[in-house]
């Protein structure tokens, strides 16, 4: 007995499963793809601030973070008071327009945060920002 078909099954592409291996795919790249971040330490705690505006990315950037405890980052590397005053005289003689951010945690000492904005003036790094939270206060 013949099957009675009304439709031919025509020999086209079916758009479905392609459908889902170009979706799989998309979510493969979104997964495995990295996307570049500035430099932020997550351990620091900033202290908030009503005032002031986001700055602008900018190419030729430093940013020191200090925590807690007093310990200075630069790229994920601990610096001690010395290496930080040659890498800083570096990014100087490097680009005398090097911008500095300061990252400090709002429980470090005062004292830890002076000591690095003197090593940036010192070295003559005249583009020097402290990174703070944005508060509503």
């Known amino acids: 007995m013949k099957a009675l078909l009304t439709e031919e099954d025509g020999g086209g592409v079916r758009m479905a ?10 979510v493969f790249f979104l997964v495995a793809t990295t996307f570049y971040e500035e430099e932020k330490d997550i351990t620091i705690r900033l202290a908030g601030a009503s005032e002031g505006d986001a700055r602008d990315r900018i ?36 680009n005398a327009n090097v911008a500095t951010i300061i990252r400090c945690d709002r429980r470090a000492r ?5 000591k690095v904005l003197n090593l940036c003036e010192r070295t003559g790094a005249r583009q020097v920002s402290v990174a703070t939270l944005h508060t509503d206060e």
């Open 17 to 26: 499963p392609l459908i889902d291996v170009v979706f799989l795919l998309l």
């Open 59 to 94: 190419p030729d950037l430093l940013v020191i973070n200090i925590g807690e405890a007093g310990v200075i980052v630069v790229n994920q590397r601990v610096y001690a008071e010395p290496e930080l005053e040659a890498l800083l005289r570096e990014s100087v003689a490097r």
């Open 110 to 114: 005062h004292a830890d945060f002076v």
